[in-house]
T-cell receptor, first 114, second 113 residues
Framework: GENVEQHPSTLSVQEGDSAVIKCTYS??????FPWYKQELGKGPQLIID?????GEKKDQRIAVTLNKTAKHFSLHITETQPEDSAVYFC?????????????FGTGTRLTIIP | GAGVSQTPSNKVTEKGKYVELRCDPI?????LYWYRQSLGQGPEFLIY????????DSGLPNDRFFAVRPEGSVSTLKIQRTERGDSAVYLC???????????FGPGTRLTVL
């Protein structure tokens, strides 16, 4: 099955600087890669996603890049703000028998230092 | 409602007891997923429904776990003879069949004493 690895496990950046989180996946058939933000005591919130037919997608301060050859994808947050502090998870869709389930990375705890 | 809702938000039970966790998906979403999240980990897949049927239950850890979705909307995750190792946050997500985006509920924190 699919295996997703995520780095780093913790990341601290100064407010206003950029943050980058990286993930690799194992199943070359995976074709959908979402990123979720999870705040304490809440469920994961979808913040951006990318499909395998594009290499980059941007939404305001958030961007995601995908390298299918190397099987890795990254989340980029620019001009970080205190409210960006949270745990971020990458994921990949694994298709088994036509059904789909998300396989998640282990998460990155991002702390923005004011 | 606007999002996925889950009840109860917290459940404390004793080892060996039976529990039911409820998920109410986004209206119109035909796909429903259950995940389990242990402390400091990412969510792990348990089971996936397409309509009323369980399309993939490969993530259920053993036969103490069972889920139903009798009318294709609300789903109930049932755990028999709970064990301390079952303690976790149980997350529900739903999606439209037309797209892949899965939207999560707030979760139910289950504590087995």
């Amino acid at each position: 099955g699919e295996n997703v690895e995520q780095h780093p496990s913790t990341l601290s950046v100064q407010e206003g600087d950029s943050a980058v989180i990286k993930c690799t996946y194992s199943d070359s058939a995976s074709n959908y890669f979402p990123w979720y933000k999870q705040e304490l005591g809440k469920g994961p919130q979808l913040i951006i996603d990318i499909r395998s037919n594009v290499g980059e997608k941007k939404d305001q301060r958030i961007a995601v890049t995908l390298n299918k050859t190397a099987k890795h994808f990254s989340l980029h947050i620019t001009e970080t703000q205190p409210e960006d502090s949270a745990v971020y998870f990458c994921a990949a869709i694994s298709k088994i028998g036509g059904n789909e389930k998300l396989t998640f990375g282990t998460g990155t705890r991002l702390t923005i230092i004011p | 409602g606007a999002g996925v809702s889950q009840t109860p938000s917290n459940k404390v039970t004793e080892k060996g007891k039976y529990v039911e966790l409820r998920c109410d998906p986004i209206s119109g979403h035909t796909a429903l997923y259950w995940y389990r999240q242990s402390l400091g980990q990412g969510p792990e897949f348990l089971i996936y429904f397409q309509g009323t049927g369980a399309a993939d239950d490969s993530g259920l850890p053993n036969d103490r776990f069972f889920a139903v979705r009798p009318e294709g909307s609300v789903s109930t995750l049932k755990i028999q003879r709970t064990e301390r190792g079952d303690s976790a946050v149980y997350l529900c997500a739903s999606s439209s069949t037309l797209v892949n985006e899965q939207f999560f509920g707030p979760g139910t924190r289950l504590t087995v004493l």
